[in-house]
């Protein structure tokens, strides 16, 4: 069965600093990894996909994540994040239905 | 301009009522989903749909029931036996072919007194 942890439940950082996501996931099958963010009362939106290829992946708002096999990882990065970018984010493997299989979200707080 | 809509946006209900959430894509997506978001716990799913007249149940079914006569809409009716419904449900899309990434409408939040 599929599994996604998230090991932060909360990461506070100052504004311009580098900022690191954890998420470790489980699959017996071909995996397939997402990265969503959540502002407050929103829906998710894909900040970025693996599927195959390079393990280094680059998504919207300067995000990038990097598929680690070896360690079942696939952790979320920003060098340089904003006060816009505090959020909710979620990691997610696909399910062997099609279906999303999340963790329970890292709510980052980015302080002035 | 595609997207998926979820009405209302916010809900309130007594207890012991019934009520029925709405979701309506334009994406032409074939499977629809519908997750509970509670404080902490990230998305469970509640039900699935990959094709019209068929859907199957997800990890916390119990108390929910839906609906897919047509392609664009996948609602959702909380019973009355769903024994704490107050949360934040978010319906959810994507293609069958391809892409495996889920697009969501922006939640409909439930409180039930």
Known sequence: AQ????????????????VELRCNYSSSVSVYLFWY???PNQGLQLLLKYL???????GINGFEAEFNKSQTSFHLRKPSVHISDTAEYFCA????????????????SVKP | DGGITQSPKYLF?????????????????????????DPGQGLRLIYYS????????????EGYSV???????????????????????????????????????PGTRLTVT
């Not at chain 1, 998230?6 to 990461?11: K, P």
């Not at chain 2, 007594?14 to 994406?27: D, H, R, Y």
């Not at chain 2, 897919?68 to 069958?96: D, G, I």
């Open chain 1, 3 to 18: 599994s996604v942890t998230q090991l932060d439940s909360q990461v506070p950082v100052f504004e311009e600093a580098p």
């Open chain 1, 37 to 39: 963010v959540q502002y």
């Open chain 1, 52 to 58: 195959s290829g390079s393990t280094l992946v680059k």
């Open chain 2, 67 to 105: 609906s897919r006569e047509k392609k664009e809409s996948f609602p959702l009716t909380v019973t009355s036996a769903q024994k704490n419904p107050t949360a934040f449900y978010l319906c959810a899309s994507r293609t069958t072919s391809g892409a495996y990434e889920q697009y969501f409408g």
């Open chain 1, 93 to 108: 493997v696909r399910g062997s239905q099609g279906n999303l299989i999340f963790g329970k979200g890292t709510k980052l």
């Open chain 2, 13 to 37: 209900r007594k207890e012991g009522q019934n009520v029925t959430l709405s979701c309506e894509q334009n994406l032409n997506h074939d499977a629809m989903y519908w997750y509970r978001q």
């Open chain 2, 50 to 61: 990959q094709i019209v007249n068929d859907f199957q149940k997800g990890d916390i079914a």
